[in-house]
């Protein structure tokens, strides 16, 4: 089941859509749905992986002086 949205694209955007559907034999609704499915999904992700960073920060599971050296060491970066 789906449902109708209605959005404001700018003219080059649309233009550029209408281009990418012609090319890909695709619906301009298909693409617009999924573009906005991986911007969603990366999103969620990121929001996702925030929340529990911040649980480990408190609850103080933090790397060491010594592993963040390490890990800079490894790309050779210079930890400080």
Same mark, same amino acid.
């Given at each position: 089941m789906s449902t109708t949205m209605t959005i404001r694209l700018e003219?080059?955007?649309?233009?550029?859509?209408? $281009?990418?559907? +012609?090319?890909?034999?695709?619906? %301009?609704?298909?693409?617009?749905? /999924?573009?906005?499915? @991986?911007?969603?999904?990366?999103?969620?992700? $990121?929001?996702? +992986?925030?929340?529990?960073?911040? %649980?480990?920060?408190?609850?103080? /599971?933090?790397?060491? @002086?010594?592993?963040?050296?390490?890990?800079?060491?490894?790309?050779?970066?210079?930890?400080g």
């Open positions: 003219p080059e955007l649309k233009q550029r859509l209408d $281009q990418l559907a +012609e090319a890909t034999h695709r619906s %301009k609704s298909f693409l617009a749905t /999924e573009a906005l499915r @991986d911007f969603i999904e990366l999103n969620e992700w $990121q929001i996702q +992986e925030i929340k529990e960073a911040f %649980k480990e920060a408190d609850n103080g /599971e933090f790397a060491s @002086d010594q592993d963040v050296k390490r890990t800079f060491a490894k790309w050779d970066v210079n930890a």
